[in-house]
């Protein structure tokens, strides 16, 4: 545990000094994005978030996968996923959706009531289907440009605009308002941290095996995403990110 420990602070200290001191090429034959004018930047966060999920999440998850039961893991990721849905609703009223908001509403009435707290999904088989909605779909629904894309030391990719909207989505968490104990604070954070990355343990080793350069995969797929979500599917919106001169050429 000593010596595993002293790895992890050996590569955080190295991770920052990355970030302060340099940034990392991009790699011959990638083409360059329009959309991220910060990639030899964003590229040195990245393999610090990388390397930081090789040494601590993975290691950690893999301890949670190997200790709780599949049933006790999908109980706790029902929960999280309860509590979330009051932040869902929430936005999707901001976002002029009254039905969707109600649709959510209900799913935290129908799993904390009959799901025993929100242990178990009963909203979903019920007919109410889930949504995913946070501050930064919110400010792109109020037509706030993106801005270039980004990635964020610990929270991985981003853009301007999402970048402000994780700060909205953290102030806006009543855990932190209401939790005065900090070690409870911090547990139930650490557990949230933890079954957020369980829920895609197995797809990053897919992308790990299936992308050529990772980065550019994962950057496509989150602007394409991002995208999807705010124009609620609907082809017939313009493209929401607009196109930025690369300083680094």
């Avoid at 978030?49 to 301890?63: F, H, S, T």
């Avoid at 829920?199 to 991002?226: N, V």
Wanted: with cysteine; hydrophobic share 40%.
């Amino acid at each position: 545990m000593i010596l595993w420990m002293a790895k992890l602070k050996q590569l955080l200290i190295v991770g920052l000094a990355t970030l302060v001191l340099g940034c990392a090429s991009i790699p011959a034959g990638v083409e360059p994005s329009p959309h991220d004018p910060w990639e030899p930047f964003n590229r040195s966060v990245f393999e610090f978030n990388e390397g930081l999920d090789a040494y601590l999440l993975k290691p950690v998850v893999a301890g949670y996968r190997f200790i709780l039961p599949e049933f006790v893991r999908d109980g706790i990721y029902n929960f999280f996923s309860n509590y979330n849905d009051i932040y869902t609703a929430l936005q999707n009223l901001l976002q002029g959706k009254p039905d969707y908001a109600f649709n959510d509403f209900m799913r935290v009435v129908v799993n904390t009531t009959f799901g025993l707290g929100g242990l178990i999904d009963m909203a979903t088989p019920g007919g109410l289907p889930k949504h995913k909605e946070d501050w930064g779909q919110t400010f792109g629904v109020w037509g706030i440009p993106s801005g270039p894309y980004v990635v964020l030391p610990f929270f991985g990719p981003s853009n301007v605009r999402d970048t402000f909207g994780t700060v909205a989505d953290i102030e806006s968490d009543y855990l932190f308002s209401y939790v005065k104990d900090i070690g409870l604070r911090n547990s139930i954070t650490g557990l949230r941290v933890v079954n957020a990355r369980n829920t895609y343990f197995e797809a990053g080793d897919l992308i790990d095996g299936a992308a050529i350069d990772k980065y550019s995969f994962m950057r496509d797929a989150y602007i394409q995403r991002r995208e999807y979500q705010i124009n609620e599917g609907r082809e017939d919106r313009e493209p929401l990110m607009p196109v930025y001169e690369n300083p680094y050429e």
